[in-house]
Structures are given as structure tokens and as C-alpha cells.
């Protein structure tokens, strides 16, 4: 079974939701597509990099290797396999 990590989840939905907020007021100040999914573009090319810079300044020691995932960074689990990791 493939398990997608809640944190990465909620990037992705995060990101959609974003992308799709800034596309439509970008739209609704032009009333051009284009223009309006050039800048949605835009805008999450540059958050994608800054976001990682972002964490590295608030938390260094989070991202040197071997420092363990916070607890909502686990994988999310369905079904059967949620039961058993509970028993656990």
C-alpha cells in the first residue's frame, strides 16, 4: 500500500488552492487567461523556492541529516493497515 506523508498532502492541496486563488484575482483584474496563468505560474515558481529558504531560517537544525520528522510529517495510514500501526 502506498502511504502519501499528511505533510506532503497538505503542500500539494495547499499549492492547488494557491495557485488556483491567484489565477482567479488575476483574472478578475485583467480579464485575460493567459495573463492570469502566466502570473499563477510565476508566483509558484518563486514560492517554491523560497519556501525551503523560508524553514532553513526558522528551523536550521531541522534540516541537517538524521534529525527525525515531527509527528504530523508520519504517514498517513487508511484502513486495515491505520488498526494494526495503532496496536502497535
Given at each position: 500500500?502506498?502511504t502519501i506523508p499528511?505533510?506532503?498532502?497538505?503542500?500539494l492541496t495547499w499549492?492547488?488552492?494557491?495557485f488556483t486563488?491567484?489565477?482567479?484575482v488575476?483574472?478578475a483584474?485583467?480579464?485575460?487567461a493567459?495573463?492570469?496563468?502566466t502570473v499563477?505560474l510565476?508566483?509558484?515558481?518563486?514560492?517554491?523556492?523560497?519556501?525551503?529558504l523560508?524553514?532553513r531560517?526558522?528551523h536550521?537544525?531541522g534540516l541537517q541529516s538524521?534529525?527525525?520528522?515531527?509527528?504530523?510529517s508520519q504517514?498517513?495510514?487508511?484502513?486495515k493497515?491505520?488498526?494494526r500501526?495503532?496496536?502497535q
Amino acid at each position: 500500500m502506498v502511504t502519501i506523508p499528511l505533510s506532503w498532502r497538505k503542500s500539494l492541496t495547499w499549492s492547488l488552492l494557491a495557485f488556483t486563488v491567484t489565477m482567479a484575482v488575476t483574472y478578475a483584474v485583467t480579464r485575460q487567461a493567459e495573463v492570469s496563468a502566466t502570473v499563477g505560474l510565476i508566483e509558484r515558481a518563486i514560492k517554491l523556492v523560497a519556501y525551503p529558504l523560508h524553514e532553513r531560517l526558522y528551523h536550521p537544525e531541522g534540516l541537517q541529516s538524521g534529525t527525525p520528522e515531527p509527528p504530523h510529517s508520519q504517514p498517513f495510514l487508511v484502513g486495515k493497515n491505520r488498526d494494526r500501526e495503532a496496536s502497535q
